[in-house]
């Protein structure tokens, strides 16, 4: 298992001072985020709240690494890495965080460069050089900027993980090459994303094999209702009309079909995205639960 976050998870709003103890709690987050195995986490707006020298100060010692591809400091030098690579189940992934576009209002000098260019360059990279199998982009930034990556990536990306609008949940969405993945909001759902990988092309969403599979059946039932009344037609026109829609309903069956069975069009690499809502039915860990309300007591307006 390869656990990842794509940014925003720090501080509850991009402003300074808008809670008490927001800087115990982004520093209480990132060590229970380093304790659950997270391998890295994008830099988004809502982890700069307190700047990139708390970020820097706060992650130092830790296994997770914070990454931008793209944010910068007055000089022009990288304030994180850019991507990292890792191997999980025996397949290479090239990760890359991005931040977004534009000076960053907590730390003087600070900028995020355009994110897109800054994406592909890197994922190129991954790529050719360090020759990784998969290329997951952890994009805190907003969403139409994530949807042009994908529209631009090419084949240098596999996967845009996409925080920053608090969208929530949501369905993978693939723009030629690159599918682009929603991962929930505020922390209160856990994405999971199954992969199989294998050969080469883009990953196949077997989420869509499950809607193709329930549009085939009430299309099916459409088609049937669509015979019978050809059969019943009184007169050339109407069976015209009939056969027409019959052609254009067949049509579309067989569209469907091969959306049902990915393995029939020789697809080896898929995914399916799903989402573990946090809720009541998921037990606490006591001591952390303790650590929490040390921050943030029951019934305060924090809590």
Known sequence: MLVLDAGNALFKSAAAGSEPKEKERAELLLELMDAMGTTAMAVGERDLTLGTDFLTRSSKGRKMKLLSANLVDAAGKPLFPASMSVTVGGVKFGLVGLSPEGPVATQKGAVGKPPVPAAIAESRRLRTQEKVDVVVVLAAMPYGEAVKLSQEAGNAVDLILQSHDRRGQGMAQRN??????????RGRELGQLALSVGGKGPFVDLSEADRAQQNLKLLDANLQQARQSMAAAKDERTRKTWEETIASFEGRRKALALQVDPGKQGVERTLRLSFIPLGGNIPDDAEV???????????????
């Open 176 to 185: 030629d090459f690159a599918t682009l993945v929603p991962t929930g909001e």
């Open 289 to 303: 639960k303790k650590r929490v309300e040390r921050i943030e007591p029951p019934g305060s307006a924090s809590h």
